[in-house]
């Protein structure tokens, strides 16, 4: 029985002997190997996702104005912030609309500017216009504020999404007979295309389902720094059903995710405009998988044709409603093939997940683990999800 | 007589328009000589064509002025799309909605490419990209 510790793992990253690759090369070493073997030899397994993630967000510190301000309303590049808090702290949400959008009032709209966008330009180095204003206290008697401002400038700046990483998710396509704009890009009339959102076999929870090693203060690749699960993130769903391999065939586990702006590089934290539908943030998180036994490296051997996804009608009569809009049960070798074949009609899939990049990210974190510079943590609390562990399987 | 002229264009159908005999009425109505370069058209569901015309200017443009009040979208192939390589983060959401396979995924690598002899300038990656990396030039 192979067995290894949090503090094994370390020991051999810091002397530059981990044994590390990616949750695309482990597929093949195991179907090699066999995963008794490949769990003796192999130390962590890197996994990446790059999507859209709508539930993120940044918390901003502007340093203290002279004369003090406790700024009540707050904008960047007229994106509204909130400033429900102390003094010079504000969050800005990432589908968060600049003022004056005119929206979906000439539909569809295009939705050019957003929180999204501005978290993308300050990582980016560029610089953005902070304009805020107060009622004024005897303590923060400045009423109006306009300066231009840089990540650099800013005394302290974090992400902290309370929603990303989703395990898995809904499978997309549209039944009605008219064109609909979502969250899930553009869905053509009578299933004329079918969207999915997933880096599958790559993607960090598909590869440790039953959050075994995933939980409170988890080391993470986060938009191209370091960052660190936080808490189960908001609609983390553990009980969702499951196939044969253990993998939730819904959104099921999600993460809320904390990390250093300032150590971010935009290529991996992105602005997006979905037509019709808003503005948002496409995040790159990337999450090492320690290799405790020969469970977990059976975990992430998972493949692309054993992850499935539900496919939803997206359509006006199906997930708008709120009631039941599955249709069918697709898994992600087909969904990545370019077709799928759904009640006798092919139909073309497009991924709105990038898979090249979540690639990019697994290799990265592999590159720091490799290099000494990046060890794992051991999980202050697992995820609520554990408990549901059963050898078995299914349910 | 005046010189012939030829222009290239998009027509894109909605499922409701998408049964007009328009190639004829530019034939008869207006004396152009048609040339269906491409074509998507389907009974009851949306669909394209893209038209190569000849004939004397002012009939033309009394065509393109017919087409598009019957509601059609109507674009002409003058202008091209541009795709950003630097700034396409490759997610693929181009890729299901352009009807030509001018923007695709590679397999198994799932990188996006783009070949712009496939394109007829519908628009639809315009609209489908979220970090706007296709641009309409002219």
Known sequence: MVKRTYEEINAKIKAGQAVVVNAEEVI??????????????????????????????AFLNFWHTKPKMKMTRVYLDDVPAYGGLAAVDCYLGA????????????????????????????????????TADAYGTDCYPLRKYEQTITLAELRQAFIFSPRNCYQNYNVAV???????????????????????????????????????????????????????????GT??????????????????????????????????VRGVSLTGYGVSLQMGIGVPIP?????????????????????????????????PCVVGRVNYAELKSGEVEWQGQKIRTAPLSSYSKALEIAEILKAWIQAGKFELTQPARLLPGDEHYDRGGCC | MTEQVTKNIFVGFSADLVEQPVVYHLAKDYQLIPNIMKASVSPDKQGYLVLSLTGDPQDLERALAYLRELGLTVNL??????????????????T???????????????????????????????????????????
């Not at chain 1, 295009?110 to 180095?125: K, N, P, Y």
């Open chain 1, 28 to 57: 093949g070493i195991v179907k090699d190997i066999g995963v008794k073997a490949a769990a003796e030899k192999i130390d962590v397994v890197t996994t990446g996702t790059f999507g859209i993630m709508c539930s993120s967000g």
């Open chain 1, 95 to 130: 589908t968060e609309l600049a003022v004056g959008d005119p929206a979906n009032s000439h539909y569809p709209g295009h939705f050019r500017h957003g929180g999204g966008h501005v978290i993308e330009a300050l990582i980016a180095g560029k610089a953005v216009r902070l």
């Open chain 1, 174 to 232: 549209n039944l009605c007979d008219h064109t609909v704009y979502t969250y899930m890009g553009i869905l053509k009339p009578r299933g004329g295309n079918i969207h999915y959102s997933s880096a599958g076999q790559l993607s960090p929870l598909l590869n440790d389902p039953y959050f075994r090693t995933v939980g409170l203060g988890t080391h993470l690749f986060l938009g191209g720094g370091e960052g660190f699960v936080a808490w189960p």
């Open chain 1, 235 to 268: 609609q983390h769903s553990p009980s969702d059903p499951r196939n044969s391999h253990g993998i939730p065939i819904g959104g099921a586990g999600t993460l809320a995710v904390i990390g250093d702006m300032k150590q971010m590089d935009s290529r991996f």
């Open chain 1, 291 to 323: 290799i405790l036994d020969e469970e977990t490296m059976g975990f992430c051997a998972v493949a692309d044709a054993e992850i499935e996804a539900p496919l939803c009608d997206y359509g006006e009569n199906g997930y708008p409603t709120g009631e």
């Open chain 2, 77 to 94: 192939l003058t202008e091209h799309v541009t795709w950003d390589l630097v700034s396409c983060t490759q997610c693929g959401a181009c």
């Open chain 2, 96 to 138: 299901a909605v352009c009807p030509t396979g001018a923007l695709a995924l590679r397999r198994p690598e799932m990188t996006v490419s783009f070949d712009g002899d496939q394109c007829i300038v519908c628009q639809m990656c315009i609209l489908a990209c979220p970090v706007k990396a296709v641009h309409l030039d002219f």
